[in-house]
């Protein structure tokens, strides 16, 4: 009856996939709801789960030659407004600051949306000539964005990431910088968060505001939506030139930086829950788990069972992320909770463990239960963990191309849409009407030009015009 019960609370996927979502982000411990709308705060157990994936990401980006730097919370409205094309882009999501206590402040501040002009007034101040090039800066910080329609880690008012900006002597080596962390981000997520991506560029009504052309990697969600789960941006010379960047080339000849930005949030941990989660929770890929190995002492009450459970843990938390529960719940209880965490791996100890001197083993991707003994534990644990990782990673690439159609006009693709939701392959013209059209008659948009490109058909998905490229498209968050 308890395990009943426990999981009831939770409404299927199928039943309703948003409400699902919402009940396992809370039920899970990962966050709780603050007092501003569409705020929340993210728990111990959700951030701990950050911080996993954060050291994963910034290891990667210390190693390419990065450094981290921070920038102030506040941007001047006259500086902002440098960039035209930036501004016009965030306008309708930026928080302002217009009273210092309770006085009126002379210009309004904005609350940090992104911080390329913070960086770029800094590169103004610190770049003078070709020996100061590339600058390679990261920053760990978190953005406002004032957001219509919000939901816990997918689309917040207020979400933590990093941003890098970085300034280089040539286009060319702002375009190879740009692709490097697109390929950076696709690592973190497919071999750190087992969820695989679709690689390509954004289209130009996609792109960042101000940008030159943006990079994405693009994830499918369960039930068949996409989520952008991270960008790189081509600034070109554009924000140099808005704000004098310049610098004497090997010639003594003064020229503009060329710049690149890129990013990833904590909308990653939504993509994973909704990548990988079930019906009972929460399946978190090891390597991000906060928790990789969980005890559950049974039959506790009996002399030597805790003694045991706590020596495992001790030994086993040399080489494993792990926890032990000796609370005075039941054991059905504390099955189906760190099953709702998303706990990799169960351990069970009991009286008869014991005495065969075994543990139980218990996957939470497949339910699979393992007797194994104690000298082949860590071996056994390593080598489960890892096939875990796998299998998440193998599970969401078949759903991936499950969910993926082909379409040579539009009823076919609305066609697929309707009985296959899910990512659509199709031609394009290039032309922003066919984009528009496709959004407004399907609901779909653009997720990218891939890089991969292939030949669904000749003419355009929308208006049978010659094509130009072939389109991923999607319903997305």
């Known amino acids: 009856?308890?395990?009943?019960?426990?999981?009831?609370?939770?409404?299927?996927?199928?039943?309703?996939?948003?409400?699902?979502?919402?009940?396992?982000?809370?039920?899970?411990?990962?966050?709780?709801?603050?007092?501003?709308?569409?705020?929340?705060?993210?728990?111990?157990?959700?951030?701990?789960?950050?911080?996993?994936?954060?050291?994963?990401?910034?290891?990667?980006?210390?190693?390419?030659?990065?450094?981290?730097?921070?920038?102030?919370?506040?941007?001047?409205?006259?500086?902002?407004?440098?960039?035209?094309?930036?501004?016009?882009g965030f306008a309708p999501e930026v928080a302002w600051v217009t009273h210092g206590g309770s006085e009126e402040l002379a210009e309004r501040l904005c609350v940090r949306p992104t911080s390329e002009v913070l960086f770029c007034e800094h590169y103004k101040n610190i770049i003078h000539s070709y020996r100061d090039l590339p600058k390679l800066y990261n920053q760990w910080a978190n953005v406002v964005r004032w957001e219509k329609t919000t939901r816990p880690f997918l689309r917040t008012l207020e979400f933590l990431w990093q941003e890098g900006h970085t300034a280089h002597e040539t286009d060319e080596d702002a375009h190879d910088e740009t692709k490097r962390m697109l390929d950076v981000y696709a690592d973190v997520l497919e071999n750190v968060l087992a969820i695989p991506v679709i690689k390509g560029q954004k289209t130009e009504k996609e792109k960042f505001a101000g940008a030159k052309f943006t990079y994405t990697v693009e994830s499918l969600m369960h039930d068949g939506k996409a989520?952008?789960?991270?960008?790189?941006?081509?600034?070109?010379?554009?924000?140099?030139?808005?704000?004098?960047?310049?610098?004497?080339?090997?010639?003594?000849?003064?020229?503009?930086?060329?710049?690149?930005?890129?990013?990833?949030?904590?909308?990653?941990?939504?993509?994973?829950?909704?990548?990988?989660?079930?019906?009972?929770?929460?399946?978190?890929?090891?390597?991000?788990?906060?928790?990789?190995?969980?005890?559950?002492?049974?039959?506790?009450?009996?002399?030597?069972?805790?003694?045991?459970?706590?020596?495992?843990?001790?030994?086993?938390?040399?080489?494993?992320r792990t926890g032990i529960d000796a609370s005075d719940k039941k054991p059905g209880w504390k099955y189906n909770e760190y099953e709702m965490k998303g706990v990799p791996v169960r351990l069970e100890a009991g009286p008869r463990d014991i005495e065969k001197n075994q543990v139980v083993l218990v996957r939470r991707d497949t339910g699979e239960k393992m007797f194994v003994a104690l000298e082949e534990l860590e071996a056994r644990l390593a080598a489960l963990l890892d096939e875990i990782q796998g299998n998440l990673y193998n599970r969401a690439k078949e759903l991936l191309e499950k969910k993926t159609s082909k379409a040579a006009d539009l009823g076919e693709f609305k066609a697929s849409l309707e009985k296959n939701p899910g990512m659509i392959k199709a031609m394009w013209c290039g032309k922003r009407e066919c984009e528009d059209k496709i959004k407004e008659e399907t609901g779909a948009t653009s997720r990218c030009i891939p890089f991969e490109q292939e030949r669904v058909s000749d003419s355009c998905v929308c208006c049978g015009e010659k094509a130009e490229s072939m389109v991923v498209w999607a319903k997305a968050y």
């Open 1 to 88: 009856m308890v395990e009943k019960d426990f999981v009831k609370s939770v409404t299927a996927m199928e039943e309703d996939f948003a409400q699902w979502y919402t009940d396992v982000v809370t039920k899970a411990d990962l966050v709780d709801y603050s007092s501003v709308r569409g705020s929340m705060i993210i728990r111990p157990y959700g951030y701990a789960l950050w911080e996993n994936i954060q050291q994963a990401l910034d290891g990667r980006i210390k190693a390419t030659g990065h450094e981290n730097v921070y920038m102030p919370l506040f941007i001047p409205e006259s500086l902002l407004e440098k960039e035209k094309d930036h501004i016009a």
């Open 227 to 320: 989520l952008q789960s991270a960008t790189s941006h081509h600034l070109g010379d554009g924000f140099a030139k808005a704000f004098g960047i310049q610098y004497l080339d090997r010639e003594g000849k003064l020229q503009y930086v060329h710049q690149t930005s890129w990013g990833f949030t904590t909308r990653v941990i939504g993509a994973m829950i909704m990548v990988h989660g079930d019906d009972r929770g929460l399946i978190m890929p090891p390597k991000t788990a906060p928790t990789q190995v969980m005890i559950v002492p049974v039959a506790q009450h009996k002399e030597g069972v805790l003694d045991f459970a706590y020596k495992l843990k001790k030994q086993l938390s040399a080489s494993f």
